[in-house]
């Protein structure tokens, strides 16, 4: 019985080891996480002696599934945009990075933000930012309609681009949120080793995500204050003039910039008004703390004052810049009839 015994241990001596594992269809990305769809496989060996003789190795059946496909994505602002009102095709950009691990399709929506601006876009469009400039290229960028396909670890540039209301002054802000939605349903119920199930791994776990971009006005915002003044009258003179007939009475109208940013090619009209005659050659012209420059009526506008009618009935001009923060003021003269 001894002897027996001692066969028995030496004869059931094993070891068991892993001897292969096989990954096929699909390899690591840069990411380093496997490909959906890879199939991988391994098979398990026994080793072992009887009787101190090593025997032929057995081997298992091979134990395989494919990987599953994880659906994860970002969506992030670009810098912000400054414009100003009335703009035209003011592009808006955001990145859709697909960072699952397949190649996979999202449909793409631009909403207003109704809350914790100053005001709404109301005509937009989703434009596809071929160049990546980050900004809006009639003629390069090309309209988005139906979903976009990204493959894994890249990403797209959108653009939304806006028509901007001319209602809207210096430091309002509208806001405007892009949703990325994947086309991709996710799997219900247990694992199949032989399907690839997708699994929604974004931030919200249901494979949407969104990100919101913002549009400042930075403008000039005039403002013009009129006053008249008497200068003189026929018995008075200069002292404490009164507004008789024959009296001159002065118009100032001041034009300040209080926004953020010069207002160009600023043109001032005005008209004469009734019961009184426009004195010729009394415009002058002050930018900003320059002196007053008298100016001579021309029809041509040669050094920025024209008036229209014979007798006069409006004068006009050109102050040309306005810096912000600055002023520019006109005058002229009437006398009263």
Excluded: W
């Amino acid at each position: 019985m001894k002897t027996l015994t001692a066969h028995v241990k030496r004869g059931c001596l094993a070891l068991i080891a892993l001897s292969s594992v096989s990954v096929t269809s699909g390899a690591l990305a840069a990411a380093g996480e496997t490909t959906a769809g890879t199939s991988i496989s391994n098979t398990a060996t026994v080793n072992y002696t009887v009787g101190s003789v090593a025997q032929s190795a057995v081997n298992s059946n091979p134990a395989a599934f494919v990987v599953d496909k994880k659906v994860d994505l970002t969506v992030t602002a670009g810098s912000g945009v400054t414009t100003v009102p009335a703009a035209t095709q003011v592009g808006l950009l955001f990145t859709v990075t697909n960072t699952g691990n397949a190649s996979d399709s999202f449909n793409l929506a631009a909403t207003n933000v109704t809350s914790g601006d100053n005001f709404d876009i109301s005509t937009y469009a989703l434009y596809l930012d071929v160049n990546g400039n980050g900004s809006y290229d009639a003629g390069t960028d090309t309209a988005i309609s139906g979903a976009q396909t990204i493959a894994r670890d890249a990403s797209i540039k959108v653009l939304i681009v806006s028509t901007i209301p001319g209602n809207v002054i210096n430091g309002n802000t509208a806001n405007m949120t892009l949703t990325a939605t994947t086309t991709s349903t996710a799997t219900t119920g247990a694992e199949s080793a032989s399907v690839v199930d997708v699994v929604f791994a974004d931030a919200g776990n249901n494979g949407t995500e969104a990100a919101t971009n913002t549009y400042t006005i930075v403008t000039a915002t005039l403002s013009v204050v009129k006053s008249a003044v008497v200068v003189s009258d026929p018995v008075n003179g200069t002292t404490n003039p009164k507004a008789i007939p024959g009296a001159v009475v002065r118009y100032t109208m001041v034009v300040t910039n209080s926004g953020a940013v010069s207002a160009t090619a600023v043109t001032l009209t005005d008209n004469i008004p009734a019961n009184t005659t426009y004195v010729a050659n009394s415009m002058t012209l002050k930018v900003g703390a320059a002196a007053a420059t008298t100016l001579t009526d021309s029809s041509a506008d040669a050094d920025g004052a024209s008036t229209t009618g014979s007798p006069v009935t409006s004068i006009s001009v050109n102050a040309g810049t306005v810096a912000a923060g600055s002023s520019s003021r006109v005058t002229f003269d009437v006398t009263v009839k």
